[in-house]
Structures are given as C-alpha cells and as structure tokens.
C-alpha cells in the first residue's frame, strides 16, 4: 500500500507496471496489480500495489467500480483468463476499459509472428532505448491471441451480457514514428496494407492498429 489517499470509488489498474495511464489519485482509490515487483516500486500513482499474475489472481467479486487494462492483454499466454477475473472484480453497473494492439492489424500480424528478440532490436536500434528488455523494461514478450480480436473481444462481452457504451480504433504513435522514418518506403507500406486488407477480405488493416473497446456491467 502506497498512501491511504483516494476518493470512494474503487479503481483497478490492470496490468499497472511502473507508472499509470491515468492519474485518479484525489478522485478515486486506485489499487495497481502487476507481475512485476520492480514495476510496482517505481508506480508513484497508486495507493495499493498488489504483486499477482491477472490470469490468477482473483479478487472479491464486485470490488471495483472501474477496472482499466492498458496494453497488457496482449502479453498474456490465456488472456480469457484474465478477462474473468477482471470480470468478477468488477461491481454491477461499472466499466471495464480495455486497449490494446488491434491483433487483426498488420502490425498486430507482424507482431504475433516475429520473435521477441526482433521487438527488442527495434526499440533499441530504431527508436534508440538502449535499456529496452533489460531490468523489467519493455518491450514485454507478446502472445497476440485471437482470442483478444475485436470481433472476440465482442462475442465475449456478449456472453457476458456487457454492453459497449464506447468502442474505437486508431493508428498507433510507434506505427506512425516508423512510417516517418521510412520516408519514401511508406508509400510501400500503404501499398502492402492495401493488398493485405483486399486478400483478407477486410479483416486485417494497415492503420487500425489500436483497440479500444469500453465494456458496462448490467446493475441486475
């Protein structure tokens, strides 16, 4: 436990690593669960840290009023088993925000197929993080299940009877900062994502690389 501050609502930073995504310290008291000590230790914005696997880890059903999970679906071997768990957390009536790499992408498709020590290359030699993969620095080793697809992702709130207040996709700042690097090639790029889209009869996409999809538990 970091400070006894917060506000009355209970918030859930899923997957939390070193320093949180939104800053709700005076309006909500926010508990961060991460795999990762060392990640933790250097989160200044949560009141409560808590060291478990979200794909274990269970909660008292119904303990939060929001549960945010932030590009970390991506990373886990059984991500449906997270999803339950954060599921169960949540209180009726609460949201469940997700983001995360939109798998049905190009890049989510290059991702899936390329080793991890590929993502590390490109991190420290295109975009200069000498540090990336060492000392629990990111890049983090990613699984990219179908199962965390948009259209999965759907299916399963509907099974859970969630509706989707929000839902939205966007081109991701790394794809973009790639492109600009590749000056002249980017027009070959925007070509291979338009013949990946037509062979994938629209399924996969070049510039819907991130997903957003905000679900709401029924009160009853």
């Given amino acids: 436990r ?15 690593g070193s320093c949180s995504w ?9 508990v961060g669960i991460d795999i990762s000590a060392k990640q933790l230790s ?10 478990g696997d979200l794909m274990q880890h269970r909660f008292a059903a119904g303990s939060f009023d929001a549960i945010v999970c932030i590009d970390v679906l991506e990373h886990l071997d059984r991500p449906q088993a997270a999803l339950e768990n954060m599921h169960e957390a949540l209180a009726p009536g609460g949201l469940m925000v997700l983001k995360l790499p939109n798998a049905m992408s ?8 390329t080793p991890h020590g590929f993502h590390v290359w490109v991190f420290r ?8 993969g ?10 990219m299940r179908w199962a965390i697809g948009p259209r999965a992702l759907r299916r399963w709130g509907a099974s859970h009877q969630l509706a989707i207040p929000y839902e939205d996709y966007y081109e991701s700042g790394f794809q973009l900062r790639l492109r600009k690097r590749l000056g002249p090639l980017d027009a070959l790029l925007k070509l291979s994502g338009l013949l ?12 819907k690389t991130e997903y957003v ?8």
């Fill in 42 to 51: 250097r989160n200044q914005l949560i009141h409560e840290a808590v060291l």
């Fill in 2 to 16: 970091k400070d006894g501050g917060g506000g009355g609502l209970r918030v859930l930073e899923a997957g939390c």
């Fill in 106 to 113: 190009l890049k989510g498709l290059i991702t899936k197929l």
């Fill in 134 to 143: 060492i000392d629990d620095v990111g890049p983090f080793k990613t699984h």
């Fill in 213 to 220: 999809v905000v679900f709401e538990k029924p009160r009853s």
């Fill in 22 to 30: 939104l800053d709700l310290r005076d309006r909500a008291h926010v």
């Fill in 196 to 207: 990946v889209g037509a062979l994938s009869l629209g399924k996969l996409s070049l510039e």
């Fill in 125 to 132: 030699h295109v975009f200069g993080k000498r540090n990336a």
